[in-house]
């Protein structure tokens, strides 16, 4: 049996959301900053605590007041700590946080960002589920990346999350028409301001993923320019270093 295109989806987030964007200096951190440090201290120690202790102050805060930004900023930290259980092999317990941080985003279906984000998550989840819930989650994902899309056109994760679930879409299904044009709006997508409280991860796995479509269809020139690009704006990701 072949494996579900969200097998894929789950090993190219799970690898790298986590490295994709630069930390500002110098002012008050995000919270996707403040828990982007805290990932890396827990994978130093070996230990959730400091995930738990971030995502435990998230959690009092959505407990005060259950509003849109405090929802996404939960559900990211949930996400964080269910891949981080993942690495240490703890299947069940990442479960539980995954399904915790998509239950959070459902209502909020008029927020691109969040839709991005479940998109995401979705694909993820499908680690821990029956081949016949992939298959549900798959399509999932799928419609959540797009609705981000019409929610916000211009927007890098919602582009990067549709041009994702197309780039493993099998071609006999449609799959690979979409790629090119979503990852080439992403790159063209404004960034916030260094000071935005505003989700900013993703721009590294735009690159990657116009690496990975180019090397596919044969075109390693034009791979290679957008490795080079991509390394010429994030010399310190991971996730570009590797492609090398």
């Keep these: 049996?072949?494996?579900?295109?969200?097998?894929f989806i789950y090993k190219a987030f799970?690898?790298?959301?986590?490295f994709s964007f630069n930390l500002s200096m110098g002012q008050t951190p995000s919270p996707e900053e403040t828990l982007t440090r805290a990932f890396t201290r827990s994978k130093t120690q070996k230990t959730q605590i400091p995930l738990q202790e971030v995502t435990a102050s998230l959690e009092k805060a959505f407990q005060k007041e259950d509003n849109r930004f405090n929802r996404y900023w939960l559900s990211f930290g949930l996400y964080y700590q269910a891949l981080f259980a993942d690495s240490l092999e703890d299947k069940a317990t990442a479960e539980n946080l995954i399904d915790r941080a998509i239950t959070l985003l459902k209502p909020l279906a008029n927020d691109a960002e969040s839709q991005a984000l479940l998109s995401l998550q979705l694909g993820y989840s499908t680690r821990f589920k029956s081949y016949w819930s992939m298959i549900s989650l798959g399509r999932a994902a799928y419609m959540h990346a797009e609705k981000a899309v019409a929610l916000a056109p211009d927007n890098l994760r919602a582009n990067l999350a549709l041009a994702l679930t197309d780039f493993y879409t099998p071609k006999m299904f449609g799959g690979g028409k979409k790629v090119v044009p979503h990852l080439t709006k992403a790159l063209q997508a404004p960034s916030p301001e260094a000071s935005s409280q505003?989700?900013?991860w993703g721009k590294p796995m735009v690159y990657e993923l116009l690496v990975k479509y180019y090397q596919k269809n044969d075109q390693d020139l034009t791979a290679q320019n957008y490795l080079n690009q991509g390394l010429?704006?994030?010399p310190e990701s991971e996730l570009l270093l590797s492609l090398q």
């Design 1 to 7: 049996m072949k494996r579900s295109i969200n097998y």
């Design 14 to 18: 799970s690898l790298v959301f986590l």
């Design 198 to 200: 505003l989700p900013r």
């Design 232 to 234: 010429s704006e994030f």
